[in-house]
T-cell receptor, first 112, second 117 residues
Framework: QQQVKQSPQSLIVQKGGISIINCAYENTAFDYFPWYQQFPGKGPALLIAIRPDVSEKKEGRFTISFNKSAKQFSLHIMDSQPGDSATYFCAASGYNTDKLIFGTGTRLQVFP | GAVVSQHPSWVICKSGTSVKIECRSLDFQATTMFWYRQFPKQSLMLMATSNEGSKATYEQGVEKDKFLINHASLTLSTLTVTSAHPEDSSFYIC?????????????FGPGTRLTVL
């Protein structure tokens, strides 16, 4: 129930394309869903986050889509660039826990 | 804002020695700090949650006597790996959560690469 399932494990996208990463959760007590970007040898950096009261949130080229009934959320990276090549983690937390539950990560490679 | 630093960024030590890693929130106060461990090409694994002025809460399977955590102030938490062994070699990352404002967000440090010979 505490798991967050993330797919795909790896993703290869051409420059200018759309990268889509999906996550699913079981615990309906989760109410905060952030996405983190991590470059090799660095700590994760917060990209964008969403709460269940909205179905979509956009910041620049990054968009989170949230489907509360399906208990799924996804990250869309528009106009993907080689500089976006990194590992992306979805996560979730809720009012009954201060811990972040992380997905398994998606390694994104954007080729020019 | 919301910058978290870690020191050192990397450390190499001999088996049996102890290593201390510092985590600081530079521009905000953090009531709660978290310590994670990450193996190559894997996700972050939460080791413990520390609250300022109280004992840390360790996740199942994490030895509290081996991984000592001290959260002495609202801007500093330390992780000491005692009697380190090669299997303790890993990437250790801390995160901090604000004391006020948006308290859900965890801000991560740059990580510390520990290599035990």
């Amino acid at each position: 129930q505490q798991q967050v399932k993330q797919s795909p494990q790896s993703l290869i996208v051409q420059k200018g394309g759309i990268s889509i990463i999906n996550c699913a959760y079981e615990n309906t007590a989760f109410d905060y869903f952030p996405w983190y970007q991590q470059f090799p040898g660095k700590g994760p950096a917060l990209l964008i986050a969403i709460r269940p009261d909205v179905s979509e949130k956009k910041e620049g080229r990054f968009t989170i889509s949230f489907n509360k009934s399906a208990k799924q959320f996804s990250l869309h990276i528009m106009d993907s660039q080689p500089g976006d090549s990194a590992t992306y983690f979805c996560a979730a937390s809720g009012y009954n826990t201060d811990k972040l539950i992380f997905g398994t990560g998606t390694r994104l490679q954007v080729f020019p | 804002g919301a910058v978290v630093s870690q020191h050192p960024s990397w450390v190499i030590c001999k088996s049996g020695t102890s290593v201390k890693i510092e985590c600081r929130s530079l521009d905000f106060q953090a009531t709660t700090m978290f310590w994670y461990r990450q193996f190559p090409k894997q996700s972050l694994m939460l080791m413990a949650t520390s609250n300022e002025g109280s004992k840390a809460t360790y996740e199942q399977g994490v030895e509290k006597d081996k991984f000592l955590i001290n959260h002495a102030s609202l801007t500093l938490s330390t992780l000491t790996v005692t009697s380190a062994h090669p299997e303790d070699s890993s990437f250790y990352i801390c995160s901090a959560r604000r004391a006020s404002g948006s308290t859900d967000t965890q801000y991560f440090g740059p990580g510390t690469r520990l290599t035990v010979l």
